[in-house]
């Protein structure tokens, strides 16, 4: 019987992957939350993620471990929490094992290459392994695909890693908390993906019903409008 990997009550660190798929602000803006609330986050960014940062936001990651930490804490202008940076091929890391602790793993985001391999339990990166270790452990591992729209083969990847016991987290957009920016937007969707695994990060209006309800002071009468 598989355990799912819903909200966990584990200790230790979050594993934050990101894999080379178009979406990297919201990685960026995940890694920003967690370390502001004072989280400790085990980072690896794949290769192909690399890549996508140059081509599409013009920034240059570092590969290396201790510059990249420097890196990312420059960018994200965040001094607190605890930041440990992996190698996109170190699979002698200790997030690699499943001996490691951790609370948990986001894939944020997911790209269908990335979706696949773990799917066919292949793991050519860290990210996979990790990956394979967080299925393999009953660990709770988020995956949040970017890419539209889905083929048969995208479906059922994603299939067979919800039955293995991933949560399913696609970046999907909403209105009700009226976003007046992208960055409104991008904050949803972070906060959002690591409700998952019970965190509590930045400041998301909720919904709470209907402003209004029929019959409800201040309510408008019905066949009118509110002006």
Same mark, same amino acid.
């Given at each position: 019987?598989?355990?799912? !990997?819903?909200?966990?009550?584990?200790?230790?660190?979050?594993?934050?992957?990101?894999?080379?798929?178009?979406?990297?602000?919201?990685?960026?803006? @995940?890694?920003?939350?967690?370390?502001? @609330?004072?989280?400790?986050?085990?980072?690896?960014?794949?290769?192909?993620?690399?890549?996508?940062?140059?081509?599409?936001?013009?920034?240059?990651?570092?590969?290396?471990?201790?510059?990249?930490?420097?890196?990312?804490?420059?960018?994200?202008?965040?001094?607190?929490?605890?930041?440990?940076?992996?190698?996109?091929?170190?699979?002698?890391?200790?997030?690699? !094992?499943?001996?490691?602790?951790?609370?948990?793993?986001?894939?944020?985001? *997911?790209?269908?290459?990335?979706?696949?391999?773990?799917?066919?339990?292949?793991?050519?990166?860290?990210?996979?392994?990790?990956?394979?270790?967080?299925?393999?452990?009953?660990?709770?591992?988020?995956?949040?695909?970017?890419?539209?729209?889905? !083929?048969?083969?995208?479906?059922?990847?994603?299939? @067979?890693?919800?039955?293995?016991?991933?949560?399913?987290?696609?970046?999907?957009?909403?209105?009700?908390?009226?976003?007046?920016?992208?960055?409104?937007?991008?904050?949803?969707?972070?906060?959002?993906?690591?409700?998952?695994?019970?965190?509590?990060?930045?400041?998301?209006?909720?919904?709470?019903?209907?402003?209004?309800?029929?019959?409800?002071?201040?309510?408008? *009468?019905?066949?009118?409008?509110?002006?």
């Amino acid at each position: 019987m598989v355990r799912p !990997s819903g909200t966990s009550s584990g200790t230790g660190p979050v594993v934050l992957a990101v894999s080379g798929a178009s979406a990297q602000p919201l990685a960026q803006r @995940a890694l920003q939350l967690l370390l502001e @609330a004072g989280e400790a986050v085990e980072l690896v960014t794949s290769r192909g993620a690399i890549g996508v940062w140059q081509a599409e936001l013009g920034l240059r990651v570092p590969s290396d471990p201790d510059a990249q930490e420097a890196f990312w804490r420059e960018r994200t202008a965040v001094s607190t929490g605890q930041l440990r940076c992996h190698r996109w091929n170190d699979q002698a890391a200790g997030i690699a !094992s499943g001996s490691f602790k951790t609370r948990g793993m986001v894939i944020l985001p *997911a790209s269908m290459g990335t979706v696949g391999r773990i799917a066919s339990g292949v793991a050519l990166d860290l990210v996979e392994r990790a990956a394979d270790v967080h299925l393999k452990e009953g660990r709770p591992l988020v995956i949040c695909p970017r890419e539209t729209p889905w !083929s048969l083969v995208h479906l059922r990847n994603l299939t @067979a890693l919800a039955e293995a016991g991933a949560r399913i987290a696609p970046p999907v957009p909403a209105w009700y908390h009226q976003p007046q920016s992208i960055e409104d937007m991008v904050d949803f969707l972070v906060i959002r993906v690591f409700d998952v695994l019970g965190y509590e990060l930045g400041n998301l209006r909720r919904w709470q019903g209907p402003p209004h309800q029929p019959g409800s002071p201040g309510a408008p *009468a019905a066949g009118t409008t509110s002006p």
